[in-house]
Every structure is written in C-alpha cells, then in structure tokens.
C-alpha cells in the first residue's frame, strides 16, 4: 500500500519561508497530479496548489506568488515552497496525489503555524 509523508512544517514569524515535502513510501507505477490542501483552525479544506499531468500549474489566489509548487519525477516527491509567510496561512497542510493507474492518496498533513 502507498502511503505518502509529509514534513517541513513548523512555526515561523511572519515574512518568513518553509519548504514542505510530500514523499512516498511504497511502489509507485506513476503520478499524473499532485495538489496541497491547507485546512485552517476551524475551516475546511481548500486546494492551495495544483500540479496536474498537463503542467497547467495553478494556485489559489491567496498564495499566488509566494507559493511554489514543485514536483520530482524521479523521487516521486512533491514540494511546496512557501515565502512571505502570513498569519492566514497557519494550518496543517496535506498533499494529495493522484497515482496510475487511478487511486488517490492524502498525506498525513503537516502544520505550519505563522505568528510573531
């Protein structure tokens, strides 16, 4: 069974940068798309950033130009760069992979906390 781990979270002042990973653990016949989710303290869910098969990169429009995503064929890994961190951004983040043939795998979640 695949499963994939996230990490790189952490408490960071504002105006500050992290680096998460998404990293798989188990065989792996392919990745056609990744995204990271945040999920603020009592709020739900929401898509950050999308890396889909056809390079049609996308972010959410909060994170647009400060987040990178990333992504490493080879490792079958997955990175979202975060800069100019704001409090707003605090929450745990999740990876989720989109695997071939079709199965679709969340991470565990990583939290990113941003306060002075």
């Known amino acids: 069974q695949v499963h994939f781990v996230e990490s790189g979270g952490g408490l960071v002042q504002p105006g500050e940068s992290l680096r998460l990973s998404c990293s798989a653990s188990?065989?792996?016949?392919?990745?056609?798309?990744i995204e990271w989710h945040r999920q603020a303290p009592g709020k739900q869910r929401q898509l950050v950033a999308a890396?889909?098969?056809?390079?049609?990169?996308r972010y959410a429009d909060s994170v647009k130009g400060r987040f990178t995503i990333s992504r490493d064929a080879a490792k079958n890994a997955a990175y979202l760069q975060m800069d100019s961190l704001k409090p707003d951004d605090t929450g745990v983040y999740y990876c989720?992979?989109?695997?071939?043939?079709?199965?679709?795998?969340w991470g565990q979640g990583t939290l990113v906390t941003v306060s002075s």
């Open positions: 989720k992979v989109f695997l071939v043939p079709y199965q679709e795998v």
């Open positions: 890396f889909p098969d056809d390079g049609n990169i």
């Open positions: 188990g065989t792996i016949f392919g990745i056609y798309a």
